[in-house]
């Protein structure tokens, strides 16, 4: 096998089981111990590892960060489905807080309840539900971030300390045991923010964000009261969501019609 084999092999295997140990590449791979050590050097060296005593992890901080136009473009279908899914639990007449996620963004573009405020920070939600008359909207002032198309600082956060909503749509980056991470402190204080003026906080993310760890911690798992995904977490995740009183909304089958979850 060559290097690049073993290479892209490594990684299969930390995907899957989180770590690997030199030993177990000797055995895998019927490489010598130096060799093992330096295809783990070779990944390290691409940041695609962390190396530890003895073996290797994969990194626990992720920093690849797309810009917004990039990530609304991505996995349409579970987004879509997600979004579907939420607005679900939405009611004639709610107050909503909705932070400038493209999963939320779904859930804005489905929503088909009447007479509802909706307070947000991002420009994108603002604009989209501006074509209905039948939603009041608030946006938050101050700065913009032009590459994520959010409004953060003093200025939102003051704004938000008038404000007090039934639920909160939260899209997020990462979930891990220990909460939930964005990777900009700038918008992380502001949804700080949010969830202390919503009633109920309804966390939205797709399976590509559990085990995700970002830059800055914005609150733990008890902050949330209800996860809408489109897969059942990783067992791990799903009993600390679980030991922390969060109830867990999986998207339906596509194939069932939308309009059937919320009567179940």
Known sequence: MYQEERLQAILGHLHLYKRIRVEEMCDRFGVSRDTARRDLVKLEEQGAIVRTHGGAILPLLTKDVRLYDERV??????????GQTAVELIQDGDYLLMNASTTVQYAAEFLKTKDNVVVTNSIDIADLLSRRNDVAIHLLGGQLHPRQRFVYGAKAIDMLGDYQVDKLLLGTCGITPDGLTYPYEEEGHVLRAM???????????????????????VASLREIDVLVTDQEPDQVIAETLRQAGVDIVIVPDPLIPIEEVGSR
Do not use: N, P
């Not at 309804?202 to 399976?207: F, K, N, R, V």
């Open 195 to 217: 969830m202390q003026h919503a009633d109920q906080v309804i966390a939205l993310a797709d399976h590509t964000k559990f085990s995700k760890r970002l830059f800055f911690k």
């Open 73 to 82: 473009r991505t996995d349409t279908e579970g987004k879509r489905l997600i």
